[in-house]
């Protein structure tokens, strides 16, 4: 039995265990520890699960392996109920184990990563985007050659990455977030006013070119461009994924 066993791993039928996969088929996915933004009356700052589920299923489904980081680390929480591949991929495929076993910075090591996902929901914009520690995770794994995506406010919490040149990630890239004209006509954070800083004003400071419903045909649409995956709104969530998988399989 032994024998068949050590065989069977030299063949690579069975798979290494998950703490020891390649740092090409490993995804870190960026959440927040944030619940509120300080208002009743205000919708939520937790992580949009339909933003964050979705492309977790995708990465799994081709083969790679997840973990999850937050600014302190442990559990994290969501918004929006769980329906469709959000229902499943938190009864069959460990979302929430994982989820709420999130790493702090510290426990993250950067080189065991090809890439990097946030998602959106109004918490990232709170205290990812201003962690020092995740950015610098964010650009090491960037300047590694990874690859960085986000959708929605997601983008928002990695304008602020700045790599080993001083430069800004995303400056000179086109970047596509939550638009400026859509953050100020809903109520959910008092029309932006509740937020530390819109996605599009910061994308644009921080010199990325800003992809909007004014300068796209399809609002839906996945923007990539040097390696930064990103899109407006959460429809598009896996397909993010779905383009970042192309890009480190050299597809």
Known sequence: MRLILLLLLMTGV??????????????????????????????????????????????????????????????????????????????????ADRANASLAPTEVDSSKYSAVFIGGGYGPLFDVASDPALLSLIAAVYEAGGVVGGCGHGPGAFANVVLSDGAFMVAGKKVAGFPNSTERLKSWAKQGDLLPFLVEDQLSKNGATVINKENIVDKSDVIVDQRIVSTMFLPSATWVAKEMIKLIDGD
Not at 19 to 37: T, Y
Not at 46 to 56: G, I, K
């Open 14 to 95: 069975f798979s290494p265990a998950w703490g020891e996969l390649p740092a090409e088929k490993r995804v870190l996915i960026v959440v927040s520890n944030v619940i509120d933004m300080g208002d009743a009356e205000a919708h939520d700052a937790r992580n949009n699960l339909w933003e964050v589920a979705p492309p977790y299923h995708v990465f799994l489904a081709h083969g790679y392996e997840v973990d999850f980081a937050s600014p302190k680390g442990g559990a994290v929480q969501f918004s929006m109920d769980p329906v469709g591949i959000s229902s499943y991929t938190i009864k069959y495929e460990g979302f």
